[in-house]
Every structure is written in C-alpha cells, then in structure tokens.
C-alpha cells in the first residue's frame, strides 16, 4: 500500500462519469511534497472537476486518489488533511472573520486556546488581525480572499487546493494576490494545487504545470518545458500571447520542410522520438516572439520579405501583423517601432527556434 | 454512504410522494371500478360508477357549472389582471396603495368572500333593494335566487378573490421586461396601445401561460365558496364537481361515486396539465 | 409631467405642466373604478356589522350606521350558536390557534430540511421524488381524502389535531418545498463545499449555514402557510371533530344555519372576524406577501 514517500498527492487511474460522459478518463498523477502543481486549461476540460475529487467533493466512478500516502478515496473531504480556497470566496456570511477561520476548527473538536492562538497567527501571516471582528459583508474582494486562504491557513494542513481563487477579482489586486500566493508557498513550503484558465498565473506560480484537455492530461512539466518544448499541437497553441504561427506542409528524409509557401531546412531542430526517416505530414510552428524584423532579421537562417498587414500598439511592445505569399506571420516588436501598415519589411528566424508536429497525431516530432 | 442523512431526512417527502400522492391517487382510482358504498370494497363492476355518473343530473349540472365557470374566470381574471398590472405599470403614483386593494381579497378564506357576497348580493336588503329604493321599482338583482344566473353570482365573488393575484402575477411579468424595448418603441413613435399589443403581450406569453394554469387549476378545487355562498343552490342549480365529490363521499354514503367523480376531476387537469407540461418542459430535453 | 414630454419638447421653453392629461384621467379612473370594486365588500362587512338589525332592515347595506353599536361583535364573538353550542366564534378561533401554530412550524421545518436536501445533497431518484411533489400540488385534494382518511384511522390520528397537522404538511409540502429547494440553490455550491471541507455534515451545515442565512425565506413560508391553514375549510370539516372545527367551519355553520332568525349584523361581524388574521398578516407583511404568492406562483 505504501507508495514513494516523496509524493505528497498520488492520483491512480482516476475516471468519472456522468452518465455516459467521462469527465475525467484514466487519469493519473504524481504530486511531490512541496511542489506548487498548477492545473491549466480551457472550461470544461476537467480541471475543477479533478481538483474536486481530490477534496473529496466529488464521488470517483473509478480509480484512487492517495494523500501523504494514505488511501482517501472514500474519506471526507475534512478528514483528508486539506485546505481549500473557493473562487467566490465562500465566506459563510453570518459569521464574523473570526468565526470563518473558527468553524472547521470547532466542527473538528480542537481545544478553544488552540484555536485562538492559531487564528492569532494565521491573522498575522496574512495581515488580517483588524478584520477579524468583521462579517464577510463588510470586506473588500481582495479581503475576501485572503480571509478565504486564511480559513485553509488555520486547518494546518499539508496540502492546499486552490479553485480559480482569483478569477474574480480585478487586474491589479491579481496580480498582488499572485505574488502573495507565491510568497506563502515559499514560507509554508506546502503542497499546493491551483486550478486557472490564466496562463499567466500558471507560469508564474507553477513547480509544474499539467495541462487538461476532454479529461486528459496533455502535458506536465516545468513552464519553461511547457513553453519551449509543447508536447502536442493543442499545448502549443494553448500556452503564449499572441499564439504561436502554424504553417503545414511536408518534412521530406532530409529535414527539408516544404508546404505553405515556406521552403526551409530544418537541420538543428532537436527531434524527438516521433520522427519518422520518410516524408511526413507535419504543422510547422514559431512563436511570435521568435520570429526576428529588420535588421535582426539579417542574422536569422531563413529570411522572407513581408508586408505589414496590421499593428497593435500595445504600450511595452507592438504586435505585427505581416503577409507573405498569402500566410499571416505574427510577430513582436518595441513598443517605439515606427513601422506602419503597408511596409515591405523583411523577418526571420531560427529553426531551433521551431516545433514541429505530426498532422495526424498533433505530437512532437 | 455519504448521503445517507440525506435520504433519512427525505423520509417524509418520499413518504408524501409516494404514499400519498401516487398511493392514494391510484387507491381512489381502482375503487371507483368497485360498488364500495358505505364502506371501500373490491367489487370489481367495470366502469358501472362512470355511466352512473354520467347520467346523474346533478353530475351534469355540476360538469356545466365549472365549465361556464371555469372559461369565464379565465376570461376575466386574465383581462382584469393584465389592465390592473399594465395601468400600475404606467409609473403612477400610490402604486403600493392600489396594490394592497387590488390583491388583499386573495388574503381571504373563500367562506369569507362567500358569506360576504352572498349578503351583498341578498335581494332583500342587498344591491337589488338600493337600485329599487333608488328609484328603479322593477328592477331585479337576484342572481343568487335565479337558476339561471346563481354561477354568474359566485363567479362575481370568486373574481373578487382572484384576480389580485393574476395582476400580480402580469406585474411581475410586466417588470421583467427590458426597459429597452419601451425606449425603443418610443424612439419609432409607437403609440402606448399599441406597443401593449403587438409588442409587449407577445413577450409575456409565459407569464400568460403561468396565469392559466394557475387560474385552472385553481377552478377544479372551488368547494368552500359555493358552499358558503350557495349551499349548491337553489335547488341543485351551482352544484360543483368537487361537492359532488364531498356529499357522495361523507353524505350519502356511496363512495364508488366518489370515488368515480373525483376521478373524472383528474382526469381533467391532466387533459389541461400535460400540454402545458410538454409545452414547459419537453422543450428544454433537446438542449 | 410625464417622461415623454420632457424628452420632446426637451430644453426649448418651461415644462408644461399638464397634471390632467387625458391619459392621467383614464388611468387614474380606471384604477378608482377598481379600487370600489375590490373595497366595496369589506366597506359593506364593516358597516353592516356596527348597525342593529332594525336599521338594516330599514336602510341601504352601503351607508354607514346611523348608530353604531358594538352589539353584533360582542355575540359574534362569544354568543353565537352553532347547533347546541351558544359560545359564539371564540372557540373556533382558539381551534384555529391550536392548529395553526404546530402545522406551521412542523410543515416549514420538513419543507426547508426537504429543500436543503433536494438542492445540495441530490441522491439517486430525489430529483424524481420531487417531480412527483410538484404535480401533486395540481391533483385535485378530492382524489385522495378519503384514503387518507384511511391511513389516519389505522394511524389513531383521525379526527385529532395532529391528524390534521399531519395533512397541513402534506398538502403544504410541494409549495413549501419548492420555495426553499430554490432559494437554498441560489446559495452559491462552494460555500457548501467549504463547510464540507471545514468538517460540517448534513445536519451540522443545516442548522449553523444554512438556516442562518435563510430568514427571509422562512418569513415568507410563514405568510403563505399561515394565511393559508387559517383560510382552510375542506381539511378543517374533513379531519377533525365538531369539538375541534377550525374557526372557517364555525362561521360557516353559524352563519348558514337554518334555524333561528337571521342576524346579518351579527352575521358580518364574525366574517371580519374570521377575516381579521389573514388581513392583518396581509397588510403588516405587505411586499414579502406579494413575494411570497409569487414564488409560490410563478413556478420555475
């Protein structure tokens, strides 16, 4: 029964249907002790679901969840040693601050001095203390939420699960409680899995990433792997902003691509085991920003002429929107670039830069 | 089992559920096919209770009472209740007032409305005597007193009580219309009537269809208000199905019609029930 | 006045002033005409119920009293006769009392645990239990008392209070629990989930979450059940005895009784009486009555 005692969360063969739809379909993961694990993807493609069995919330059709080793598929989601932080705060809303963070406390029968003196440090750690008095009525959103973490912060528990906890909150104060997460990870060293349909948060927060798709997981793996190196056709465009440029056409023995107006080699790109010694359909993918104007271009291995369809100011950085041979090519540039629409302009770019993807199994070559 | 208390504490809605609705429902059912008099029997007799029923007069009456009841109270309550709801809809001021008298009749037991309007309606000292003592010496006022009319008479109370409810009801329909669209109708010069018509009824063909099978399924039960107002009289002439039911049941001591008639009650809300069922419900499966 | 002038003639010149428009006229009218209609009855109870009976053989049933005289008010209350009891309404309105308070409380209590548990803890065949609660609400109530008749003798509860306190539950169950399955899922999910997280079971989140938060609920439910059983008459006569008839079935009994000469004033005044509990929930409650008869109304 006893598994590698560095897991923290181990998640075997999971499956759950509603009636004839599998929600989530043989699923299975390891989480490490201390690992901040972030669950990203689209709506609908499972994730809360996933974070929801693991809390117990959910009933599994199928398959064991393990926390610090322990068999919890069928225990309470309170008697499974977890926290969990709500997207709409779920404050309890007759209750006081104090209350919030006492209820699970009481429910589990923990002495009164005790619950006082950890309600007193958790007020501390998040800066609460003089909203403790308040009823949730009275809180701003970004208080909601903290109290909401508090409320998993005072149960001193190894694993804390996090739904969305800042989808509804606005830009700025996101952006604040993203950094604050990220702070009480490193000083609680806790495991920590995050559920987000923002990017951005998951390559800010994560150890890891798994990205879900239809119940799948389609990849896990640090951000940087994740973005350099997307494992299918679906994690590549998922991840980056603007998304990244696909041309197809075919890959013939030589590495030479050849398809959508692009003809190239693409000796240097570091393959994978999907490569197969023949012509191949592929996708040919380059992130914006790798794709180089100007007089970068000059250094770059392949080179084309384009005309700028479109630009975007964005403020920091400008996006291009260029054409050649009828194919959008995508681009970044400063923020102070002069170009203009109708520019004949030349781009380029590496092919170590690229990925490359089978057209029939959308995976890595 | 995780849900567990949840199924202990369901106990009694199952119970209800069940036991009494489908139970006692289907109970009835089968002992209207049976000769129980006095007490319930299982003397199967085939639908002997139905063609007795059937051509039983005062069945009859009854059967004729609630359908001129029944159509015009729709009739009525609907357009009473659209007016009032459209008239207060029309940002006037003492709203909450005209409210509070238009619906507080719905407060009232229907005994209460009954023996009210009974009284109002009484010849001798009642409406006929004022119009008479008024100067009309012929007039006569008596609906209660008339075969003919005495269903119109409980028909005057039973709107009394109701259509409150109904104004209700289109206000709140009324209100949940998008302000956009009056400013709309405005901006292309469309008069108030108008727009009443063409535009806004249509919208409300849900709130309209709520307001009907409130109203009907509300009919099949009047009982306490001819009983109060009438008795069922004179003669049989304002009998109602659901006396029929009562008197046969715990006054003459022949369940089997009872049990017939209360039958046929069913089966008329269902002919009324299932189109709105399928029409509110069947929908909403394909999405 | 109106909106529709402001916004034609806009800044150019001072706002007309036409308090008596044709509309106005028509509208303010019509609500009047109404209005005397809806009043009419409770003016003629009032009136007719302060004069003795000799003025209202004499006069008009809608004008006031010439004297008024409290007489009918006081037999109403504890003289009138119904059958061989002579001790006027007072006992029927103490029976109503007795029957109110605990059908009340017990058909609210099961409805909100029923409501709590059709919209948070759904189980295998709930949704189908409460599909059928709906619909009984539109079986007509003749097709099944007399079976419950049955079930309350062979329970030894026919013809007892709780006989009839147990119907009141019955027949109240698919408003009442469809009034409180609605509101307690619009209580967001997650807070449910974190007091299932925080340890809370199914009677532990009923009583410190959800009950907390369901007040305004509950005040509605009392409305509609208590102007509901007190207006009750077919139940009352049904289920219980003669020593334990609800205050409808005593007013009825004295008022359409057929021995004895007439007393129409007396008559009234126990009308209003029996009126008198409904009316003044009714206009103390005001919106949360209109509320109330609206959720229960507008179904879904």
């Not at chain 1, 309470?76 to 040693?81: A, I, L, M, Q």
């Not at chain 1, 709409?88 to 919030?100: D, E, F, H, I, R």
């Not at chain 1, 699970?104 to 007193?120: D, S």
């Amino acid at each position: 029964m006893s598994n590698n005692m560095q897991s923290s969360i181990s998640i075997r063969d999971l499956k759950l249907s509603f009636g004839s739809f599998d929600v989530l379909k043989n699923l299975n993961l390891e989480i490490g002790k201390g690992e901040f694990l972030v669950l990203l993807g689209s709506s609908g493609c499972g994730k809360s679901t996933l974070l929801n069995c693991i809390a117990g919330l959910l009933d599994v059709t199928d398959g064991q969840i393990f926390i610090n080793g322990k068999n919890v598929t069928w225990e309470e989601p309170s008697d499974r040693g977890i926290g969990m932080v709500f997207q709409s705060y779920a404050l309890y809303p007759q209750m006081t601050v104090k209350g919030n963070l006492a209820f699970g406390l009481k429910n589990a029968k923990v002495p009164k001095a005790e619950i006082e003196k950890r309600i007193a440090r958790t007020a501390e750690v998040l800066q609460i203390e003089s909203l403790l008095t308040r009823k949730p009525a009275a809180l701003s959103g970004g208080q909601r939420q903290r109290v909401a973490i508090g409320r998993a912060l005072v149960r001193h528990v190894d694993v804390f699960l996090f739904d969305e906890p800042l989808s509804n909150l606005d830009a700025k104060l996101r952006a604040d409680l993203r950094v604050e997460i990220k702070r009480l990870h490193h000083q609680l060293k806790n495991t920590m899995i995050y559920v987000t349909h923002d990017q951005v948060e998951a390559m800010t927060l994560a150890d890891r990433i798994a990205i879900m798709k239809g119940g799948v997981v389609m990849q896990l793996d640090s951000p940087s792997i994740i973005y350099n190196r997307p494992a299918n056709k679906y994690v590549a465009d998922f991840i980056g902003s603007p998304a990244m440029n696909f041309y197809q056409g075919t890959l013939d023995k030589d590495n030479n691509f050849r398809g959508d107006g692009l003809s190239l080699s693409v000796t240097g790109y570091p393959f994978e085991e999907g490569r197969v010694a023949q012509n191949q359909q592929v996708w040919l993918g380059i992130r914006p920003e790798h794709i180089r104007s100007a007089d970068a271009a000059q250094q770059c291995a392949v080179q084309m002429g384009a005309i700028v369809e479109l630009v975007e100011p964005m403020g920091s950085d400008t996006q291009i929107w260029s054409v050649v041979d009828k194919q959008n090519y995508r681009f970044r540039v400063d923020g102070q670039t002069e170009m203009t629409e109708g520019d004949s302009i030349r781009i380029g770019f590496d092919p170590e830069n690229l990925s490359l993807f089978d057209r029939d199994s959308e995976l890595r070559l | 089992m995780k849900n567990l208390n949840a199924k202990i504490a369901s106990i009694p809605m199952i119970f209800t559920a069940l036991v009494i609705f489908v139970g006692c429902t289907a109970w009835t059912i089968y002992h209207s096919f049976t000769n129980s008099r006095l007490l319930p029997n299982n003397n199967w007799v085939g639908f002997d209770q139905y063609e007795r029923l059937w051509d039983t007069k005062r069945w009859i009456v009854s059967v004729g009472n609630l359908a001129i009841y029944g159509v015009c109270s729709l009739v009525i309550s609907v357009i009473i209740g659209f007016v009032l709801a459209a008239l207060l809809d029309r940002k006037i001021r003492f709203e909450g007032v005209f409210r509070s008298i238009f619906l507080f009749p719905f407060a009232l037991s229907f005994i209460v409305t009954g023996l009210v309007w009974q009284w109002i309606l009484n010849p001798e000292f009642g409406v006929q005597k004022v119009l008479q003592s008024l100067g009309w010496e012929n007039v006569t006022f008596d609906p209660l007193y008339n075969p003919d009319l005495v269903i119109y008479g409980i028909l005057i109370a039973g709107i009394w009580q109701g259509s409150g409810l109904i104004m209700c009801v289109m206000l709140a329909g009324l209100r949940g219309i998008d302000g956009d669209i009056w400013k709309a109708t405005r901006v292309d010069g469309i008069k108030t009537w108008k727009t009443y018509i063409f535009v806004i009824i249509p919208m409300m063909k849900p709130v309209f269809v709520t307001a009907l099978v409130l109203i009907a399924s509300g009919i099949i039960k009047v009982y306490d208000l001819v009983l109060a107002q009438t008795s069922g009289g004179p003669g049989i002439a304002s009998e109602v199905p659901a006396k029929y039911v009562y008197d046969k049941m715990f006054n003459a001591q022949n369940l089997g019609q009872g049990f017939a008639a209360s039958t046929m009650m069913l089966v008329s809300v269902a002919i009324v029930l299932i189109p709105w069922a399928y029409l509110q419900f069947g929908g909403k499966k394909n999405d | 006045m109106t909106d529709e002038t402001n916004l034609v003639d806009g800044p150019r010149g001072p706002k007309p002033k036409r308090a008596f428009t044709r509309r106005n006229i028509f509208v303010y009218g019509t609500l009047l005409l109404f209005a005397v209609y809806y009043l009419l009855p409770l003016w003629v109870m009032v009136v007719t119920s302060l004069k003795g009976m000799p003025e209202i053989r004499m006069g008009n049933i809608f004008s006031p009293p010439v004297e008024v005289t409290f007489q009918p008010w006081v037999k109403a209350w504890s003289e009138a006769c119904t059958g061989i009891n002579c001790d006027g309404l007072s006992r029927g309105f103490w029976n109503s009392i007795k029957i109110l308070i605990p059908s009340t409380i017990v058909s609210i209590l099961i409805a909100s645990i029923n409501g709590y548990a059709l919209s948070k803890w759904r189980f295998k065949g709930s949704e189908t239990f409460f599909a059928i609660l709906v619909l009984g609400a539109f079986i007509p109530y003749q097709i099944m008392i007399y079976p419950i008749v049955i079930l309350l003798r062979e329970a030894g509860l026919y013809g007892s209070l709780w006989g009839l306190v147990l119907v009141h539950t019955i027949f109240g169950m698919p408003i009442m629990t469809l009034l409180f399955r609605n509101y307690f899922t619009g209580i967001p999910d997650e807070l449910f989930k974190a007091a299932r997280v925080d340890g809370a079971g199914f009677w532990g989140i009923f009583i410190k979450i959800m009950l907390p938060m369901s007040l305004p609920i509950i005040v509605v439910a009392m409305i509609l059940q208590i102007t509901g059983i007190w207006n009750d008459f077919l139940f009352g006569v049904i289920y219980t005895k003669p020593d334990l008839y609800p205050m409808t079935v005593q007013l009825n009994n004295i008022v359409n009784s057929v021995q004895g000469v007439k007393e129409y004033n007396v008559n009234m005044a126990a009308t209003l009486l029996t009126g008198l509990v409904p009316l003044v929930i009714y206009f103390i409650s005001g919106k949360l009555f209109v509320r109330g008869i609206a959720a229960g109304a507008v179904k879904g």
